[in-house]
């Protein structure tokens, strides 16, 4: 109750890209049509892997996992940005900010346990692979699958409380296009040091340790395939593996340029923005693109949709 008595601030004022009010509309169409390819293609691998019976395996079904949290990652900031760019609609109530912070950290945390699920479904496919499909069981599958959102729902809370309880009794703009913790514990009118503490060691727990799981996971691939003799099956296993380290550096590195420096920059939103758009609409493409079950089914798909017309 103390922190309710000290808060005086009912709403936050979010001031997105107002600096380019002369490019408002620009920005909106192509937020909106990235968005939708961003939607559309993930959309695309979900169905892929759903309806085509020779899709129904490990691999593709983390695929299609990924693919699902990437359109609920997009979702949560990009809708506040097209309001904003739009209609000026930027102003955000206290709850829902909060709300939003949560959810935009949940879905962060629970994209970088899933790349570390996909890298160790590729590790046991290429180091133990007569032992795959009786690890890699159903049941297993799921468990790994639910197992993100365990730990993601868990750890975002703790963060997420320690910035709600702060006090804020104004300003309340916040110079970004949706509720992050950094600009908010900027805004906060009392001590900030454990707040900006566990988010610091939530950030680290969140990105450093997923990251150095991968490079150890990807350093034992990597022992495995040139072990391999014939270069036919050694490049095999590796273009198995390259969408998802492409992904992984993609997600890993801008995350890192975000959330492990100095807080408080002018260009934390030009960032964001990378990480929150740019980067998801390349996922999709990076799996369709670079590998060959997948092209192969669009190109059959497309040939029948243009045989029928």
């Known amino acids: 109750m ?51 019976h020779s899709l129904h395996t490990p691999m593709y079904f983390f695929i299609s996992i990924f693919a699902a949290e990437e359109i609920l990652f ?52 290429i180091d133990k692979p007569l032992h795959y499909m009786a690890i890699m069981n159903q049941t297993f599958c799921i468990g790994l699958a639910i197992l993100p959102w365990f730990i993601g729902l868990f750890n975002s809370l703790i963060v997420t409380l320690f910035t709600l309880f702060l006090d804020y009794c104004g300003p309340n703009e916040i110079n970004h296009f949706f509720c992050d913790l950094g600009p908010l514990q900027n805004l906060a009118c009392s001590d900030t040091y454990i707040s900006n503490t566990v988010t610091t060691a939530a950030a680290t727990i969140g ?76 996922n999709p493409f990076i799996y369709a693109l670079r590998n060959r079950d997948v092209k192969n089914l669009l190109k059959n798909v497309l040939v029948k949709f243009y045989q029928k017309k």
């Open 2 to 52: 103390e922190y309710r008595n000290k808060t005086c601030v009912t709403d936050f004022v979010l001031l997105a890209f107002s600096e380019f009010f002369r490019y408002q509309n620009v920005l909106f169409t192509i937020t909106l049509l990235t968005y939708i390819v961003c939607i559309a293609g993930n959309m695309t691998i979900i169905l892929l892997v759903t309806l085509e």
């Open 74 to 125: 997009v979702s949560v900031p990009i809708p506040k940005l097209l309001a904003i760019l739009l209609a000026g609609d930027d102003k955000i109530s206290f709850i829902g900010c909060f709300l939003q912070v949560y959810s935009f950290i949940t879905m962060g945390q629970v994209e970088s346990i899933c790349i570390i699920i996909m890298v160790f479904d590729r590790h046991l496919a």
């Open 207 to 282: 990105t450093v340790v997923p990251f150095m799981i991968i490079v150890g996971l990807y350093t034992k691939i990597i022992r495995t395939v040139s072990e391999i003799k014939t270069s036919l099956h050694k490049h095999k296993a590796f273009s198995t593996c390259s969408s998802h380290l492409i992904v992984a550096m993609l997600f890993f590195f801008t995350a890192f340029v975000i959330y492990l420096r100095p807080k408080g920059s002018q260009y934390d939103k030009f960032y964001s923005l990378m990480y929150t758009v740019v980067t998801p609409v390349f």
